[in-house]
């Protein structure tokens, strides 16, 4: 783990409750299409301001509570939403983050989707739309949610700049 991370996880594993915060982020798209697909493995994604939603999980589940909170505000009974095992990785408890296959990830909420999103064929500017293979995001039901909660994992080395109050940490890419 590079410094900044490391930085990043020192501080994050202090953190109790949740907290508002703003990333940027360089994460490596998995296209459609394996390895027939001639731009897999070269396409990038830059995400610039991103204003995320920090959680814990310490004595209920951050997540589970917004959707709940959310379909009352919509007039629908909360209790219709049930809450499903983790489709991948392992929450480390009492910590913002997720254990997969070796590789630490920070599980967030998006509060405001980022200012700013760009694409990168080999490191050159590239429009979403000539990108062969994007994949669709599916967001779950969420008890039939209008406003869905989005949860949003990153990997760790994929967060290239991090603010949280007083916390600021710049990434080495």
């Known amino acids: 783990m590079k410094k900044f991370q490391t930085e990043l996880v020192r501080n994050l594993k202090k953190l109790t409750g949740c907290a508002i915060a703003s990333i940027d982020t360089l994460t490596d798209i998995k296209l459609i299409g394996g390895k027939k697909n001639p731009m897999q493995g070269k396409v990038q994604k830059v995400s610039r301001r991103a204003n995320i939603f920090l959680f814990v999980n310490g004595r209920s589940n951050s997540y589970q509570n917004m959707v709940k909170k959310r379909l009352a505000q919509e007039g629908k009974n909360p209790e219709n939403f049930k809450l499903g095992k983790r489709a991948w990785g392992e929450r480390i408890p009492n910590t913002p983050f997720v254990l997969h296959k070796g590789q630490v990830y920070l599980e967030t909420i998006f509060v405001q989707k980022p200012k700013k999103v760009s694409y990168l064929q080999d490191g050159i500017a590239i429009d979403k739309a000539d990108i062969i293979g994007f994949p669709v995001k599916k967001e779950g039901k969420q008890g039939g949610l209008n406003n869905k909660v ?17 916390l600021s940490v710049i990434g080495e890419k």
């Open 150 to 166: 989005q949860i949003r994992t990153f990997k760790l080395e994929s967060i290239t700049r991090f603010q949280c109050g007083d």
